[in-house]
Each structure stands twice: as C-alpha cells, then as structure tokens.
C-alpha cells in the first residue's frame, strides 16, 4: 500500500490535542465556516452522497443516502442521534476521537444537522467513557461560548443546541431505535420498523442516527471534496456493492506485539494490519483466527487474513460484514471453545429479551458451551448450536434487531470453521458420553465451583 497520511487522526499527538485553540490552528471550523458561507443543505447532502461515505458504526448504510430520506416538508423539529455508546467488544476508535479531538467530531455534528435542517443534537455516550464525556463536554462549552453552537452561528440563520446524554452500560443501545427509546427514558427495547427514524425517530419526530466516526469524516469532504474521498478504498463493483471509500480506524488488539488504533484507507487486508501495523502475532507464534470487526462479525482463519477488510469481502468469507474494523488476533495456542463461550456469554448477557428467539437462544447457546467447556458436551450439541444460529436474527426474520445476527455468526463460524477442535475437545474431556443422543443433564451452579 501506497503511503497514506492520516486525517482522522492527524491532531491526537499535538498536546492540549482536545482544546479549541489547537484544533483551529490545524484548520478547525474551517469546513463549517465554508458551509455556512455559500452551501445550502441540499448542497451538503449531494456533497456526502457523492463522495460514498457509508457509516462507520457497524452496518455500512451510505450516509449521505440516509440523510436524504428525511421528509423535504417537515415543519420541525428534526433532531440528530449521535451514537457514541461504542460497545462492541474490542471497539475503541471512537473513543480515540473523543477523548484526543473531540472538536473534530463536533464539526462534523454541526455540518451534519445543517444539513439536514436539525435543531438540536444528543450525543450518547457509552457510561464507562468518563474522560470521552467530560471531553466532548468541555469542547460543547468552548463552541458555545465562541459562536460555534447556539443561535445564529457565526451570523448565519442556523441555530443548533447539542446535549450530551449518558447510557447505561447497555450494548443493545448501539442499536439505533433502542439508544432512542433510553434517551427517552424509557427501557432500551428496539422498535419494530417502519416506521423508521427518518420518519418518526426521538420524540416521535424525523431523526438521524449517526456514529463518531462518521462525523469526524464529513469536514474532510467538505473541505477537500467528493473526489479526495473516493479516491481511497476499493471502488464499488456492482448496483448492490456501493463501494468502500475513504480514511478508516482500525482497531487491533488481542494477540499481537503493538495493540492499538491505526488508520488507513479501506480494504486493507486482516493480515497486513496484523503484520505492518500490530507488529505480527506475539512471542513469536503463529495466527490462527482473527475477529475482523467487532465480536459480532464472526470469524476469519488464518487462511483468511488475507481478505481485504472492507464493507462487502468479509462477507464472502461467512463472516456478517466488517462491523467496527476491530481485529481482535488469536494466536495457535488459543482454544476456540473458550472463545466462544465468551462470544455466548457476552451476548446471552446484552440480549434484551424483547424477542423470544433472541432471549431463548442467547441463553442456551450460552448453557450448552458452558456444559462443553466443562466437561459434559456431546457431538450432537455442535448441531444443535447451529440449529440455534440458523434461527434467530433479522436474516431469518424472527427477531426486531439485528442482535441476535450478531450472536449467531460466532457459533457459525467457530463450528464451521473450527469443528474438528470442538470434537476433538469434547471426546477428550467427556469420553464416555460424547455419543449421548439422549436430552442431557441440567449442569448445576455447584458443579462449575468445583
């Protein structure tokens, strides 16, 4: 690859880095100050339409699209969601942009509720980030007390109040009907669509929800243009690939030499990110598998880094798309039976248990490899798995949101991909009843203490 100067991530060295002096002598406000001078909010919007940008939060839905979908007609008021609850497992680029440069992603804020005409905008952000609150609180009162938020910015007719709101360490809140219903105040139960934010979102009225990430690109295009853009990443191929353009974050971590956030244009591959940029698998072993985005996206191999990581290849490879880019690497020594009893347990415990699929087979897909880790597995309960995570999720159409996809495609692809470990493990520990075709045995609480 080419070498790549980064955009994102330009300011987070340069000390005071979240203050509003520093941002503006790297050319902070400068997009907003362009827009407000001479663009209207069409403008904006064909502008992030024609430069591909597609969501960084997980499911890849083209921005600018999405923004166009608002009623043209709505008296008002619109409001904007920013999704900062950043609760994938291994996540963090987000948080990286919050803590070091929270005024570049409350630029992007800005320009994006002008264009589509929102008056006011929450920020949701995941409870366990204090320093990203306090942070991105700071810089609001900085903008406020320098024209950037408030009535009539910079002299313009636009006015725009921006909230900051808490959650409540709830990972279905990254599900954007579900961060609406907590910042209403209510249970973070997702919401049956249509209707869809865009038509009826917080408070009952038009709303944009949008990821941290996302944000922190619209300036960029602004200030540099559609071309520059699209001019990184991998083109699309075909009406139902809209392409995979511009600067990405990346997160690695798990077992590599240099865990951390790295940016570079989309489609890198999982292995040169491992290589070049996490500095190899450590204490000198091999890979054997890799997250590519996020808990929630499945498995590669170690015959599979060399996929590119962008919005349409993970998927040829099984996996459930890219997610949040965040590669989490499993070295030779790593036993997938205790990576995905972790996968099971994580999402049994967030599942919401609005949807009886998703409750009922989050539970005992955890139960059974609780039973297999400890000893009492058979071979049928490897079927039985997939049996689970073939029948629940959107894909199948038997749950609201897109969880319960989520906590299916671990099972698939460990099983799949990994069955000969997961037989091998439960003949050796349960030799004598690996073959039960019977209903097993409840395993009970005392059994796991000893």
């Known amino acids: 690859m080419a070498e790549f100067e980064p955009v994102l991530l330009a300011n987070i060295h340069k000390t005071d880095s979240h203050t509003l002096p520093v941002y503006q002598a790297a050319g902070g406000y400068a997009a907003l100050k362009k827009v407000l001078a001479g663009m209207s909010p069409v403008d904006v919007v064909e502008l992030v339409k024609a430069s591909g940008l597609r969501g960084r939060g997980g499911a890849g839905f083209p921005c600018g699209l999405k923004w166009s979908f608002l009623p043209k007609d709505h008296p008002g008021p619109i409001y904007m969601c920013v999704n900062a609850d950043e609760s994938e497992p291994a996540t963090f680029n987000n948080r990286i942009l919050m803590e070091l440069d929270p005024h570049h992603v409350i630029e992007g804020i800005i320009i994006g509720c002008f264009a589509t005409r929102a008056s006011t905008a929450y920020v949701y952000v995941r409870y366990e980030y204090p320093t990203a609150f306090q942070r991105l609180q700071q810089a609001i009162d900085e903008c406020y007390a320098s024209g950037f938020l408030g009535k009539n910015i910079q ?110 244009p989309l489609g890198i591959t999982c292995r040169e990110l491992i290589d070049r940029y996490g500095g190899g698998v450590w204490k000198g072993r091999k890979g054997k598998a890799a997250i590519p985005g996020g808990l929630s996206m499945g498995l590669f191999t170690e015959k599979e880094f060399d996929t590119p990581l962008d919005f349409a290849v993970p998927g040829k490879v099984g996996c459930l798309g890219l997610g949040t880019a965040a590669v989490t690497v499993m070295d030779e020594t790593y036993s997938m039976i205790d990576y995905l009893h972790n996968a099971c347990r994580f999402f049994a415990h967030e599942s919401c248990g ?97």
């Open 155 to 264: 002299g313009s007719p636009f006015s725009l109040d921006i909230f900051m709101h808490r959650g409540a360490a709830a990972y279905i809140c990254g599900e954007e009907t579900g961060l609406i219903e907590s910042l209403e105040g209510k249970r973070a139960w997702p919401r049956i669509k249509p209707p869809f934010p865009a038509i009826e979102g917080a408070f009952r009225k038009p709303t944009v929800v949008n990821n941290i990430e996302t944000m922190a690109n619209v300036p960029h295009i602004v200030n540099r243009g559609a071309d520059w853009f699209k001019s990184m990443g991998i083109p699309s191929t075909g009406p139902k690939d809209p392409g995979s353009y511009g600067p990405k974050l990346y997160c690695i971590s798990g077992h590599v030499n240099k865990p951390g956030c790295y940016e570079m």
């Open 354 to 450: 609005q949807c009886t699929p998703c409750r009922e087979g989050t539970s005992w897909s955890e139960r059974i490899l609780t039973r297999i880790k400890h000893g009492k597995g058979r071979l049928k309960d490897l079927d039985i798995l997939l049996s689970i995570a073939g029948a629940i999720g959107i894909i199948p159409g038997t749950t609201i949101c897109g969880l319960a996809d989520g906590a299916a495609w671990p099972i698939k692809n460990a099983i799949n991909k990994f069955r000969g470990e997961f037989e091998d493990h439960i003949k050796r520990t349960n030799p004598t009843g690996y073959a039960q075709e019977e209903p097993a045995e409840a395993l009970q609480l005392v059994e796991l203490v000893h």
